[in-house]
């Protein structure tokens, strides 16, 4: 166990040290961060002066090593737009995404893994044949398009009139379709709870919460057709095997062989596929972040790469490269857990 | 299926907005305002934008304003003489105080304007003053080096800052009144100024929060808003449906492909106003041969169909041009139209020896002005129709302005807005013969250089008669179309919405600079 997460631990570093290497060396194409900083009316003469006491002048080696030397202790360099260290920037917009991604997951549990059983042991039941058909539009709809069908429907509301309105149940129908709107469309809102250092949380007031709603639907919105079909399809697989038809057999209560063991089962490949797909949404939450204002890190990366703030851009994906070896590390931890037959070290029982 | 969509769909919107509809209600009138981007420090003289300008009326008052029609309005100062050539003499409003309840004096006016002259970006445009006197605490007395007509322009810039307040020495032993580019300068993060807000909160790049200035010298301002919150929201869709959504009260800018949607919504009120940033497009000469004919650079000039373009493609939202002056501005030239002939431009190519038409490359940012890219593509469409082979790169603006700079391409689009609203500073960036040791022509991609018309320019720099000056600018845009010196294309317009209680009308103006001090919240 212990050799396993040292391992890993070099798996991190390494994964870092090649991450700002490339983008250390694809810098110069990310924009010249002198543009974003100066008016446009300055003279050339005052740009230079600006780029030589940043150090840009100075050649990829000399920068790279001196970015290096810091980075051992932890001093990944200064923001250009917010003046401050680029950790400290990460860990403020930390929080907000990992309340978003906190989430969406919870809804992506509550909802793929009943809807998922449920048409697995009812495939041709129309629940199961809605739920199908439904999960196939979701997963072919881009999230900022479903961001912004929400806002449109829940923030600023819709007003249908098809229906003769002075017909009561006309008016009735219309009423029921059109939409008041009023959930907040953007931000975290101004309610947020301190919780600690730099983490100010939703989850604390109804208020606040209402702010997570709509981003949390859309980001849900991409993975969870995902995890339905994969629930479904595993759920599938396990009730056609032996074990299952012994069980039958044998004369267990239906209701016991499908949620205590077929389900066990089907939740292994579910658990590797999800772990992995649960980093990949605090990484790239980009999209929701972006159509929600939403302050979090993906947001943050957006306008970093407008404003060509060059150590936040490295930051932010040396972070991610960490996120990614943490989650997957955690995926792997509980795998062994669920699973005793597998080994962490690979080496046999 | 999409009925039963829709149907659970407003079921549980209808239960999820319940409880927003308990706001409670108060006195106080804030105002919420959305713009693309939030100021990127408190240090107004830190970058020379737009975005701090506008938090610089927020915080601070000018030494005069625009109004609405191009004339100067009186604020700290109060009246002002020329008393020779070189020499202008102001006088300072009496009984005005700073947030941290200093005294505003001559003083500060002297100090502000020194330190102006040590910002980057503010030291070219402050050149031309060579010192600024306190003759008595209500009177300032400004020398320029040469004749100065622009002195008054000059003046909208000078926000009087605390001196006492900026002055001494931080904890860490460092200068309060430092401008420093990226880093923490004491003057990022305090401010104290004379202008109708204080700052209480600010988190870069989420929100600034502002609260009236109980002490305002203003008393005749008919605001009445108690507290601004300024929120970055850089997505344009999101901004808009912020503002249907009655999340916030202001927004700016207003996407043109959402005018139509704003405009036919009856909550909230859209007011658009023709704007001074001219597009247009540099044609390199010393990258393309056929460019030093002038016959060829008039043949693109009258290919590019502008109003087309206006029309069709920003929907109205952008005003044809046929030179850089936007009216109202000195050197507005009346008699030049745009001039789309598109058998005039062949034939005109046929005479340069160019009937087959070549090939060029062109390169346009796509986020930085309005349909940029869009734009970028419609040109090369239409100069297709005169056999020019257009090569088109777009990119974004972090990486277009290096590209810029390096004069990448044969073809290049740039906007400007005039930083004095005067016409002569679109000449010195975009027209002069390019000098990189004086900055003259800095933006002059085209590489374009008429030492005649330059002439004409420094001339008209140092004429303070504002009629004769007038003539001079005009017939230098009439010399720059008829050379075709570059293509225009038009000004962007501006656009701003609001809830139809603020009443934002009457502080609006061309160069963006809403006064929100002067804001009036309409109250039920």
């Known amino acids: 166990m212990i050799a396993f997460l040292i391992k890993r631990l070099f798996h991190a570093l390494l994964v870092m040290f090649v991450i700002s290497v490339i983008s250390f060396a694809i810098q110069d194409n990310l924009g010249d961060p002198i543009q974003q900083m100066v008016g446009q009316s300055v003279p050339e003469s005052e740009r230079a002066a600006l780029r030589e006491e940043l150090g840009l002048n100075d050649p990829f080696l000399v920068q790279y ?23 400290d920037v990460i860990l403020r917009h930390l929080p907000a995404t990992l309340e978003l991604v906190a989430a969406a997951t919870f809804l992506i549990v509550t909802l793929s893994v009943p809807i998922g059983v449920y048409s697995a042991i009812k495939p041709r039941s129309p629940l199961s044949r809605l739920f199908m058909g439904v999960s196939i539009v979701g997963i072919s709809i881009p999230v900022f398009l479903t961001a912004i069908v929400l806002i449109q429907i829940f923030s600023i509301g819709i007003s249908v009139t098809p229906f ?114 649960i ?53 792997d931890l509980i795998y062994g857990l669920v699973n005793p037959t597998v080994k962490l070290t690979g080496k046999p029982a | 299926m999409t009925f039963k969509k829709t149907l659970l769909a407003s079921l549980v919107g209808a239960t999820l907005s319940l409880p927003l509809a ?227 009260d202001f927004i700016a800018p207003v996407p043109p492909n959402d005018l139509e949607r704003v405009r036919a919504d009856e909550d909230v009120k859209l007011v658009t106003m023709s704007g001074t940033r001219i597009i247009l497009l540099h044609m390199n000469q010393d990258r393309v041969e056929a460019f030093k004919d002038p016959r060829v650079r008039q043949a693109f000039a009258y290919a590019v169909n502008q109003e087309a373009i206006a029309d069709r493609l920003m929907k109205g939202f952008a005003t044809p041009a046929a030179q850089l002056s936007p009216e109202g501005y000195q050197g507005h030239n009346p008699n030049l139209e745009p001039r789309y002939d598109l058998e005039k431009a062949k034939q005109l190519m046929k005479e340069a020896g160019y009937e087959d038409g070549f090939s060029i490359s062109m390169m346009a940012p796509n986020n930085r002005y309005v349909n940029d890219a869009q734009i970028a593509q419609a040109v090369a469409a239409m100069l297709a129709r005169i056999n020019v082979k257009v090569d088109l790169k777009t990119l974004p603006k972090a990486q277009y302005w290096p590209e810029y700079d390096a004069r990448a391409a044969d073809l290049m689009l740039i906007g400007w807005h005039s930083d004095t609203e005067d016409s002569a500073n679109f000449y010195q960036y975009l027209t002069e013969c390019p000098d990189p040791d004086t900055g003259a022509g800095q933006y002059n991609a085209g590489m374009y250089c008429n030492p005649e018309i330059d002439k004409i320019v420094a001339e008209a720099n140092l004429e303070t008669d504002r009629e004769k000056r007038s003539q001079m600018l005009q017939s230098v845009e009439k010399a720059l179309y008829d050379d075709a010196a570059f293509v225009p294309l038009h000004w962007q317009d501006l656009a701003w919405a609001a809830q139809d209680e603020v009443q934002i009308e009457p502080v609006l103006n061309v160069m963006n600079f809403p006064y929100l001090g002067d804001v009036v919240v309409t109250q039920e």
């Not at chain 1, 990484?283 to 990366?301: C, K, R, Y």
């Not at chain 2, 004749?147 to 309060?176: Q, R, V, W």
């Open chain 2, 22 to 248: 308990a706001i409670a209600q108060t006195d106080d009138v804030t105002l919420r305002v959305a713009y693309d981007a939030d100021p990127v420090s408190l240090d107004i003289h830190e970058q020379l934008s737009g975005g701090m300008l506008q938090l610089s009326h927020l915080t601070f008052d000018p030494l005069v304003r625009w109004t609405q029609d191009f004339e100067f309005e009186p604020r700290l100062a109060t009246d002002w003489e020329q008393v020779d050539d070189t020499t202008m003499r102001m006088t300072l409003r009496d009984g005005v105080t700073f947030h941290s309840g200093n005294p505003f004096t001559a003083k500060d006016v002297v100090w502000t304007v020194e330190r102006l002259k040590r910002s980057p970006d503010f030291k070219a445009i402050f050149d031309p003053v060579a010192s600024v006197t306190a003759v008595d605490d209500q009177t300032v007395e400004f020398k320029t080096k040469k004749p100065y007509p622009l002195l008054l322009n000059l003046a909208t810039y000078i926000f009087p800052m605390d001196s006492e307040f900026y002055s001494g020495t931080t904890g860490a032993g460092k200068d309060k009144s430092e401008i420093v580019k990226n880093g923490n300068s004491w003057a990022s993060t305090n401010v104290s100024g004379t202008g109708p807000f204080k700052v209480t909160q600010r988190q870069q790049g989420v929100k600034v929060e502002f609260e009236r200035f109980e002490d305002y010298w203003d008393e005749n301002s008919p605001g009445n808003v108690d507290h601004i919150v300024l929120t970055p929201i850089s997505e344009n869709a999101t901004r808009v449906a912020a503002l249907l959504s009655g999340d916030v």
């Open chain 1, 164 to 277: 003769p309105e002075t017909t009561g149940w006309g008016s009735w129908l219309n009423g029921l379709l059109s939409t008041e709107g009023g959930m907040p469309a953007y931000g975290r809102g101004n309610d947020l709870t301190h919780v600690v250092g730099t983490w100010y949380t939703n989850f604390a007031s109804w208020d606040s919460l209402t702010y997570l709603v709509l981003p949390a639907i859309s980001l849900a919105s991409i993975m969870l057709p995902l995890f339905i079909r994969l629930i479904r399809a595993e759920m599938l697989e396990v009730l056609q095997s032996d074990y299952v038809k012994f069980a039958k057999a044998k004369g267990i209560s239906m209701r016991r062989i499908y949620f205590l063991h077929a389900l066990k089962n089907t939740m292994l490949p579910v658990i590797t596929v999800g772990g992995v797909q």
């Open chain 1, 65 to 87: 090593l001196r970015f290096a030397k810091n980075a051992v202790q932890f001093d990944f360099g200064y923001s250009y737009f917010f003046n401050e260290p680029t950790t």
């Open chain 1, 279 to 331: 980093g990949t949404l605090v990484a790239f939450t980009i999209l929701t972040e972006t159509v929600f204002q939403w302050p979090g890190m993906g947001l943050m990366f957006l306008d970093a790469i407008e404003r060509s703030d060059i150590p936040l851009i490295i930051t932010y994906l040396m972070v991610v490269g960490l996120i990614f070896v943490i989650t997957n590390t955690l995926v």
